[in-house]
């Protein structure tokens, strides 16, 4: 599977502003107990980071992955502290590694054979209709994508 240099340069960039949020901490307070610093981030950095993230998650993988169900679900309980941007920011590593690994292949492959599914429907509807032409014009132009997509695989 080839890999989309848009989308691979997006994560490149999430990943820098991912540093410059935890780079930004702040500590809140230093337990009595034990020494232990809590740090929060600043909110409207995070905000910013997540957004751009979930809409990378959701134009690459959809709403129905669970990178993009856990990355929302992470934002919409975010409270400040550092362990929770960790929290958003290993979800992101995970989508970031499934991707340049390739395994978002199958969710492709089912999306272009639904799509050439649905126009071989239609130029058999077509056809059936009397409309040889328009038929045979669909019929081509979604073998030729399918060609083209199987040639590009490697």
């Not at 134009?59 to 129905?64: A, D, K, Y």
């Amino acid at each position: 599977m080839r890999l989309d240099p848009i989308v691979t340069r997006r994560f490149q960039e999430l990943q820098q502003k991912a540093d410059g949020v935890i780079g930004a901490k702040i500590l809140d307070f230093t337990s009595r107990e034990d020494g232990t610093r809590y740090y929060k981030v600043p909110s409207a950095l995070y905000k910013e980071w997540a957004t751009n993230v979930l809409n990378l998650l959701q134009r690459t993988f959809g709403e129905s992955s669970i990178h993009y169900q856990n990355f929302a679900a992470h934002y919409g309980s975010f409270d400040g502290w550092e362990s929770s941007f960790h929290d958003s920011y290993g979800i992101f590593k995970a989508a970031r590694e499934d991707y340049e690994g390739g395994y978002l292949f199958n969710i492709r492959t089912l999306a272009k054979a639904e799509v050439l599914a649905d126009a071989m429907a239609q130029s058999k509807e077509l056809l059936h209709a009397g409309y040889k032409d328009p038929a045979c014009i669909l019929a081509r132009v979604s073998l030729e994508g399918t060609s083209k997509n199987l040639v590009m695989r490697k």
